[in-house]
């Protein structure tokens, strides 16, 4: 977000306990945020779950709260679908060679197939990655603008939107 946001816009990202826990109070947060000219973007993993019912059912909390113009996004499958985007920001990051010539391989070509990105960059990288302390050493090599992940894209490219308006 630091990259995309002017200086004078501040951001806040609000960690939910997992899928149920955002389900569950996403509304409740939205409807006590009253500070004006506030504009939320929901995003979270589609799993094995359907994009359209997962992004349909945040919609409605969305409207529940108050807040219709929310911007939803789902990660296709998982967020790490994202680093596979970008694989020479995973091998800065993480400071493991040899990581990014890995998406010349069918494999990786299309990251948002991959059927479970978090265990596959563990399992790349040998258990380095990890979830949390991974995710905050990748972000910051991450290309806004070269990224392979058709979703990452997506929510660049929402975020930009937004901002424009």
Request: proline share 4%; aromatic share 8%.
């Amino acid at each position: 977000m630091r990259k995309i946001t002017p200086d004078d816009w501040t951001f806040m990202c609000i960690p939910f306990k997992g899928k149920q826990d955002l389900e569950k109070n996403l509304a409740r947060r939205m409807r006590g945020w009253l500070k004006p000219h506030t504009r939320f973007v929901v995003m979270r993993d589609q799993d094995a779950g359907d994009c359209v019912i997962l992004k349909n059912r945040l919609v409605e909390l969305c409207i529940q709260a108050g807040k219709p113009n929310a911007m939803i996004r789902i990660a296709c499958r998982e967020l790490e679908s994202f680093y596979f985007g970008n694989m020479e920001a995973v091998e800065k990051g993480l400071q493991i060679d040899n990581i990014a010539k890995l998406k010349t391989k069918a494999k990786y070509r299309n990251p948002d197939r991959i059927g479970n990105p978090s265990e596959e960059l563990m399992k790349i990288t040998d258990g380095v990655y990890q979830k949390v302390s991974g995710s905050r050493a990748i972000a910051p090599y991450l290309d806004l603008d070269l990224n392979s992940s058709r979703s990452f894209n997506v929510l660049i490219g929402g975020i930009k939107r937004l901002i424009a308006s």
